[in-house]
């Protein structure tokens, strides 16, 4: 999926031009849409996450786990989140769907679905829009399915939820749905545990899908299944959300994983937002020595084979961050600007990185 480069992005330099750092007010940049085959739910942004900030308090004293972190997503968009553990990937989409809880809570900025702020609504008003308009994916099916109720009987629940009453509506469209992620809608009747990884997890995106939702937002769906399984429900998820129009927020540590199926990269690290842009472009030329780094911390699948190189080091304890940039300590071209003060987040040719390598006052040698 092309776009223009630089489409929806404004006060942009042209590519070449000194980079310049993102000043509040400025519109951020988006994809476009991705023009679903059988016609999006929703056309324009879905999303609009601003500066948002997520802290938890700890023993050791209040850690911003989400720092100012924005973007926008559109339609039919699919976000890929990627960053070693512990970077806030998990935290930022928890406070994107509002599922927080103590010792967490959204601190600061604001997020905004279809045009409706989401933080502080109440869990009533947000009952209204889960599964409907918006639906999460977790980790672990296994976790999120009730082990003694059928796949079938959850089903039921949450289109009850929704005041869907009707047994035939209800047993269609479980079985329709149970259909689109490859699963014989005979394990309706199935209990989690007679299931395997890969099927629980389907039928988690099969329940996600059961309104057609405007947003899906995955926390690594994926990461318990093997390689080949891995595959095809990434293969799955594409397919279902081209075909129905979703977009997507899609959170991993792997690189690889995402490089074929999302729109767009964010490369977190330690709570902030370290790059952003088209994943082919960032894929192809990374800006950030952490985004760099990650791309060679994994095999390529089509790529020459080449050894793999790890980034030296861990990220740093959000309650004991380093002065200037957060990376510098692991970063292979670190110079003296990088610790005299935190690093802006520039656009170059369209890509937002934190990285004083791109300010235009360093060069880049
Ligand atoms: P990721 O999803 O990238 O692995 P998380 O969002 O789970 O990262 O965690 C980001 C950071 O938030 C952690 O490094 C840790 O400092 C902090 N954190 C996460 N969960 C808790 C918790 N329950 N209590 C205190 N701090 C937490």
Redesign the pocket.
Known sequence: MSRPKNSGITGLQPAGAPAAPIAPGVTWPSAGGTGALSGPVLTGTVLEVRDLC?Q???DAGT?T??DRVSFDLDAGEFLGIV????????????GIAQLLSP??AITGGSVSFKGASLVGMTDKQLAVLRWKDMSVVMQSAMNALNPVKSIGAQFKDAMRAHGVRSSAQIAGRSAEVLRMVGIDPEHLKSYPHQLSGGMRQRSMIAMALLFTPDLVIM??PTSALDVVAQRSLMVQVKELQEQLGFAVIF?T?DMSLVSHFSDRLMV?Y??QVAELGATRQVFDSPLHPYSAGLLDAFPSIRGPRVPLTGIPGR?P???RLPDGCRFAPRCPKVMAACTARPPDLYQVDGVLVRCVLHSGAVSDD
């Open positions: 997520v938890y308090a700890t850690v786990a989400v960053g070693e553990s512990g970077c806030g990937k998990s935290t930022l989409l928890f010792p967490a926390d690594e959170v540590h977190m330690a709570g990220p304890d959000l309650a």
